[in-house]
C-alpha cells in the first residue's frame, strides 16, 4: 500500500525484472549471535542497483556504502549503542537472480553472525535464521519466529484504513452524507469488511455498499457492472463513495469510460491504487474531486526534512566527493542518487533507536521487546512520530492527505500531516 517515495517504485521494476523467487532460509542459530560487550555486528545487504543496468534498468541510488559507513562512524563516534560500536558488514547483493541474495543470507547469519541486517532485498531468509530485520524491501513470508521485520514503510489496509477513515470523519467529509462503499475486486472482500466495520464504528450513514465482480483486467465488463453500481449509488441517494482498495482504480477508470453525469465526491482508501491509475485517458473531471491519504510523507518532504538534511550533511562531510542530487520528482532514475543517502539515514536511525531502548542486556528478546514497546520516536525522513505495538511490527503515526489538481494534472501530497 505504501511507498517509500521513488524506492518503492523502483524496487517493484527490479524485481519483476529480475524474478527474485524462492530464496531460502539458512540455518537457524541458538542464543544471540553478534553480540559482545563492546560490538554488535550488523548486516547490510544492501540493493545493488548498478548490476540492474545489464538487463537495462538505468537506477543510480548513490554510494550507499559510503552513505551507511558514514552514519554508522558517527554513532560510533559518539558513544556507539549503550557503550557498544557497530560493526557493519556491507554487501551489494545483485537483484538479477536468487543466488546472489540467497549467497548473501548465508554469509551475513553463518560466516559473519550478524545480530541483525538492514535494508535486505529479501527479509524471509534472515528472519527464519532468527536474525531480526530493519525495513525489508520485499514483504517477508508469514512466520511464527520471534524475529521481525521492524518497517517504517506503512501499515497494512487492515490497520491504516480505520485511522484515514477517522481524520476523513473528523474533517467533515462524511457530516450530513449518504455514503455508497464501492469494493473494485472480489480480492477486496476483506478490506471491504474492514472499512464497513469502521465507518459503522465512526457512526457514518452507509446506504449502500457493492462489489465489481467482473473479471479483474477485462475493462468492458469491469465498466459494465461500474455503470450498473453507479445506477444504484444514485437511486439511494449516494452523495459521497468510499472506494475499497483496488476501487480506488476502478471507479473514476469506469467513470471516466462512460462518461457518467454521476459523480459524487469520494474517497480512496488506498492512495497507491488510486495515483498508480491517474493519467492515460482518465478525465481529470472524476479525479478532482477525490480525498486520499498515504503513511508515508512525498519524496519532497523526506528530502526536506531537517533530518534527513543533518544526515545528508554528514555524509557530504564525510565523503565529500560522493554526488548526492538533491531530490526531484522528475529527475530520471538515473539521476536519484539521493536514495541511498536516504535509506541508510533512516534504516541506521531505526536500528539505533530500537538497540538503544533495549538496554544494556541486548538478546534477540530484549531488541523485538524494546521494538515493539517503541512510541512517538522520530527519525530521519519520518516528520512526524511514528509508534509501533504489541505484535505490531510496522509503524503507525501520521496521515498525510492526498489529492489531485486538475490545473496541473498532477498529484499533491500534503507537506504535513493531518491533526488526528
Known sequence: MAKRGGFAIASVIIATLCGLLGVGPASASSGTQGVTSTTIRVGVPY???????????????????????????????HGGINGRKIVPYIIAVDP???????????????????????????PT????????????????????GLAQDFSTL????????????????????????????????????????????????LHINVVSSAVDSAPQGD????????????????????NEVVAVGYGGSVWPEGLSAIQSSYN???????????????????????????????????GATIWADPGTQACVKLIRKAYPSDHINAFSATAPGSEATWMGPELACTDV??????????????????????AYGLRNVVIPGSTAPISFGPNRPYALGPVYLVHYDA????????????AP
Do not use: M
Open 407 to 418: 490545473s496541473t494534472k498532477a498529484i499533491e501530497y500534503a507537506s504535513k500531516p493531518a
Open 125 to 144: 531468509c534472515y528472519l527464519q535464521a532468527g536474525v531480526p530485520v530493519i525495513n525489508g524491501v520485499l514483504e517477508a513470508a508469514a512466520g511464527t
Open 154 to 201: 506503512g501499515p497494512p489496509a487492515s490497520t491504516f484504513d480505520p485511522l484515514e477513515l477517522s481524520i476523513f470523519s473528523k474533517l467533515g467529509l462524511f457530516k450530513n452524507k449518504k455514503v455508497g462503499v464501492f469494493a473494485g475486486v472480489t480480492t477486496d472482500d476483506a478490506e471491504l469488511k474492514v472499512v464497513q466495520a469502521s465507518l459503522s464504528k
Open 219 to 238: 475493462l468492458s465488463a469491469e465498466n459494465e457492472q461500474l455503470a450498473v453500481i453507479a445506477q444504484r449509488f444514485q437511486a439511494s441517494g449516494v
Open 96 to 122: 538479477t537472480g536468487a543466488a546472489p541474495a540467497a549467497t548473501a543470507c548465508t554469509q551475513l547469519t553463518q560466516d559473519d553472525k550478524v545480530f541483525a541486517v538492514i535494508a535486505p532485498l529479501e
Open 264 to 298: 459524487p465526491p469520494w474517497v480512496a482508501t488506498s492512495e497507491s491504487d488510486f495515483t498508480g491509475d491517474v493519467g492515460g485517458s482518465n478525465d481529470p473531471e472524476y479525479l478532482s474531486n477525490v480525498t486520499t491519504a498515504t503513511p508515508i510523507p512525498s
Open 47 to 77: 540493493v545493488d542497483v548498478a548490476a540492474v543496468k545489464a538487463v537495462g534498468v538505468n537506477i543510480n541510488w548513490g554510494n550507499v556504502t559510503d552513505a551507511f559507513n558514514a552514519i554508522i562512524a558517527n554513532v560510533n563516534a
Open 349 to 370: 536511525a531505526l536500528f539505533v533507536a530500537i538497540a538503544k531502548a533495549a538496554g544494556k542486556n541486548l538478546t534477540l528478546a530484549s531488541f523485538v521487546h524494546a
